[in-house]
């Protein structure tokens, strides 16, 4: 298995400009997320997705997006990019059993972005 | 989600155990205590969970007080490689698993 599978690794965009971040998993996890992490900061949740056509926002979804149509990717949209979105962006994915004790959640490498 | 709160570094001599605190005095009887870790800006990474119990893996122990107010996340014999942020993170096993991130303990294993 690949895990959680995340391109591109780095980008440069520009104010204004769009871009989609992927996101894929070979887990059959129904659950998925985008986190984003500021310099020497926590992860803070911007969406989430429990399952292929269902997605929420988290803490920080100003200026994103986000849709799930199928259970392996969830790619996070960003369109009008903004020096304040300058961050790594990672995705992860769980799969939650009430029957099992666990609902680990498995993370991505990250993608780094920068806006200038 | 309840707030958790963790000392902002510590240190350990390597082939020592590390004892990472987190103070949870809010925590609800059905949440449960996560730890994970994140090594030099890749992804987290989890290590260890438990609601009442004591939990012991390949990685770590967890002990978690008799009231639930705190926890310790033990690494036995921390290496070099143990030099990470570790993030305790206390929720319900909702049906969506997200989780708070505070700020985490930046663990600096010296030789």
């Known amino acids: 298995n690949a895990g959680v599978t995340q391109t591109p690794k780095f980008r440069i965009l520009k104010i204004g400009q769009s871009m989609t971040l992927q996101c894929a998993q070979d887990m059959n996890h129904n659950y998925m997320y985008w986190y984003r992490q500021d310099p020497g900061m926590g992860l803070k949740l911007i969406y989430y997705?429990?399952?292929?056509?269902?997605?929420d926002k988290g803490e920080v979804p100003n200026g994103y997006n986000v849709s799930r149509s199928t259970t392996e990717d969830f790619p996070l949209r960003l369109e009008l990019a903004a020096p304040s979105q300058t961050s790594v962006y990672f995705c992860?994915?769980?799969?939650?059993?009430?029957?099992?004790?666990?609902?680990?959640?498995?993370f991505g490498p990250g993608t780094r972005l920068t806006v200038l | 989600d309840a707030k958790t709160t963790q000392p902002t570094s510590m240190d350990c001599a390597e082939g020592r155990a590390a004892n990472l605190p987190c103070n949870h005095s809010t925590i609800s009887g059905n949440e449960y205590v996560y730890w994970y870790r994140q090594i030099h800006s890749q992804g987290p990474q989890y290590i260890i969970h438990?609601?009442?119990n004591n939990e012991t893996n390949e990685m770590a122990s967890l002990i978690i007080t008799e009231d639930r107010k705190s926890s310790t996340l033990i690494l036995p014999h921390a290496t070099l490689r143990d030099t990470a942020v570790y993030y305790c993170?206390?929720?319900?096993?909702?049906?969506?698993?997200?989780?708070?991130f505070g700020d985490g303990t930046t663990l600096t294993v010296k030789p």
């Open positions: 992860a994915s769980s799969s939650f059993d009430p029957g099992q004790d666990t609902d680990t959640q498995y």
């Open positions: 438990g609601l009442k």
């Open positions: 993170i206390v929720r319900v096993r909702t049906n969506a698993g997200k989780s708070t």
């Open positions: 997705s429990v399952g292929a056509g269902i997605t």
